[in-house]
Structure formats: structure tokens, C-alpha cells
């Protein structure tokens, strides 16, 4: 069975509510459908419950929750929450209800955050910032979490690295150029995701363009702490670095490169020094390896919320929905 297949089949087996807010999208009305059809999760979505109706034609809707942010008896109760969470930033009452009303993102992240829904998606059409910022300013860290990072699952078809050719890369697409500490966080916050969606041991690699000293650089020095860091915070996890991405996955090179380390040459978490690294490095896989690419998933947040990309189809938006309602579930 497939990464996604499996995820789907444990989302079902626990069904949560997600929120879609992007209700004049005709991908995320298709995806609904298929969500809906396959059981995966019951959704959520925002709007006029007629003009959604009207987009959707063709599609099965009707296991659908629809809610109005115009008229639902929700929303007074809403504006008292956004105000309570945001009023040390000056929110007031009719800023909060223009929020609400005008901005399906704060709806839908003040829904999650009341316990009226598990989780959200967004981002066929807002901006991954629109989409973050929303998250951060209703849902906040998680506790005991420093920050909101971000990751991709990378399923490379006829791999033998990794878990069978399943990784975690992160971050690859929200943090740019996270410090030695922002590493380290980084790190454990993809082994928990790995553990979680992957179900196998996380070997979580710190990478560089050097291994164990090979080469000297102020970019090597911050992975060479972020790797101290980690391993002093989380000496739970099976982590190392710095390593290069070939001594990282590669048992002969890992052997040859960083003997005695527990992670070189079966690493299946790659924690990226940077995002220019990271970015580059899950497109050149999903590209040149026809890799299957789910993501950008976020990790760090009390409850979650999943961005997408502009670009993506129904059928990525089914996949990091199905996602995001595994995360929901260890999140319960």
C-alpha cells in the first residue's frame, strides 16, 4: 500500500472535520467530493450554502456541513474568542466580526481554535503568508514548541533509501534561514511528523555540504551546533550531522564518510541548513525522481492547519486532507 493510501485509510478509520474555506475554487469543491465520497473526513465548508451549491455543479456535496459566516448563530460567540486571543494586539469587537465575515482563512481558523471543526486547508488560492498567518495568530504554537516550521513527504517510486523511499524533507518552505537552535526545533518537530505519518523510526540527518569536518565554512559551523543542540534537547531521537546528503542515505558513502555515526547511510528525515537548500532539493526529487511530493505540511501548531499550493489539483488537496486529519487525530 502507498504512503497516501495509508493515510487515508487511517484518516477513515477516525473520521475528523475539516474546514475548506476557498468555497469559490472549483479544486477545492472537487476535492469535498471526493473527500466526502471515500470517506476520508467529514468537511466543512464556508459560504453561502446556495452559491456553493451553484459552483458545484455536478458534484455531491450533500454530506457537507455548509455555515454561512453571514448567518450562523456562531459568530457573535466567535468575535468574543478572536477579541479575547488578539485584544493584546488591539482587536476589537468590529474588527474581529470583519474578520469573520470578510475573511473565510479567520472563520475557518476560529472554528478549529472554538473546537467546531479538527483541522484546516487552505491555499489554492490565498498566499502560503495569508494561509500562516491566519494559523498563528487564532491557533498559536503548539505547547512546548518554540515555532511553526514546515515539511514535505517525498515518496520516490523504486528507492531503495529512506524508509523504502519515503522521506521527510524539512523545511522547504516556510523558514528561510532558520538559526542553529531554529535547526534543532526543526529537527525534532520532522521526527515526531515522520513518526506519526510514516509510522517507522525516524533517522533524522542535519546536512551540510560537509561530513564530520570535511569541509570548514560558517554555514558548516550552524549545522555542527544545531546537530549539538538537538541531540543535548531530543537524546531520544536518532539524529547526526553534519553530513552530506549522499553520506546521509547512502550506506557504502556513510560507512566510508561518517563511520560509527547511528544515521549516516539510512537517514529517512532531512533536515535542510536553509530554504533556498531546501526548496531546491524536493522539486530537483519530485522532478528529476517523478517523486510523489505531499506538502507543504506545517508542524509546530496547537491544532492543524495545512497550506497548499497555488498550483496544486483535487487530488493534492484530497491528499493533505487526508493528512491533515491523521495530524488532527494524534492531535485529540
Known amino acids: ?47 453561502n450554502e446556495e452559491e456553493i451549491k451553484k459552483r458545484a455543479e455536478g458534484l455531491d456535496l450533500s454530506k457537507a456541513l455548509f455555515v454561512d459566516p453571514l448567518d450562523t448563530e456562531k459568530l457573535d460567540s466567535y468575535v468574543e474568542l478572536l477579541v479575547e486571543l488578539r485584544k493584546n494586539k488591539g482587536m476589537t ?21 472554538a473546537g467546531d471543526a479538527d483541522g484546516m486547508v487552505a491555499g489554492a488560492v490565498h498566499s502560503t503568508a495569508d494561509v500562516l498567518r491566519a494559523a498563528l495568530q487564532v491557533i498559536k504554537t503548539a505547547p512546548g514548541t518554540k515555532m511553526v516550521s514546515s515539511f514535505f513527504v517525498m515518496v520516490v517510486p523504486n528507492c531503495e533509501y529512506g524508509a523504502d523511499g519515503t522521506f521527510i524533507f524539512s523545511d522547504c518552505g516556510l523558514v528561510q534561514n532558520p538559526s542553529a537552535e531554529e535547526l534543532a526545533e526543526i529537527a525534532a518537530s520532522s521526527a515526531k511528523s515522520f513518526e506519526l505519518l510514516v509510522n517507522k ?8 555540504h560537509s561530513s564530520k569536518g570535511s569541509a570548514s565554512h560558517p554555514d558548516v559551523d550552524k549545522v555542527v551546533e544545531a ?41 529517512n528525515v ?19 525522481a517523478k517523486a510523489e511530493a505531499y506538502g507543504p505540511i506545517t508542524q509546530g501548531l496547537a491544532r492543524p492547519v495545512n497550506d497548499l ?24
Do not use: H
Open 1 to 47: 500500500m502507498g504512503f497516501i493510501d495509508d493515510i487515508k485509510l487511517r484518516a477513515k478509520q477516525n473520521k475528523k472535520s475539516i474546514v475548506l474555506p476557498e468555497t469559490w475554487d472549483r479544486r477545492t469543491l472537487e476535492a469535498a467530493n471526493t473527500v466526502l465520497a471515500e470517506g476520508i473526513a467529514d468537511i466543512v465548508l464556508i459560504g
Open 93 to 113: 469587537p468590529e474588527t474581529a466580526r470583519e474578520l469573520l465575515t470578510q475573511k473565510p482563512l479567520y472563520f475557518g481558523v476560529t472554528m478549529v481554535k
Open 201 to 208: 523510526e525516524p533517522m533524522v540527518a542535519m546536512l551540510s
Open 227 to 267: 546537530t549539538r543542540i538537538a541531540k543535548e534537547l531530543y537524546p531520544n531521537i536518532n539524529l547526526d550531522g553534519e553530513l552530506q546528503l549522499d553520506a546521509a542515505i547512502v550506506p557504502s558513502v556513510g560507512a566510508s564518510k561518517a563511520p560509527g555515526s547511528n544515521v549516516a547511510g539510512k537517514a
Open 270 to 288: 532531512l533536515i535542510f541548513p536553509d530554504l533556498d537548500a531546501g526548496n531546491i532539493g524536493y522539486k530537483l526529487v519530485e522532478r528529476l
Open 309 to 332: 499550493s497555488r498550483g496544486c489539483s483535487a487530488d493534492d488537496i484530497v491528499g493533505v486532507v487526508a493528512i491533515t486529519a491523521v495530524q488532527a487525530q494524534a492531535n485529540r
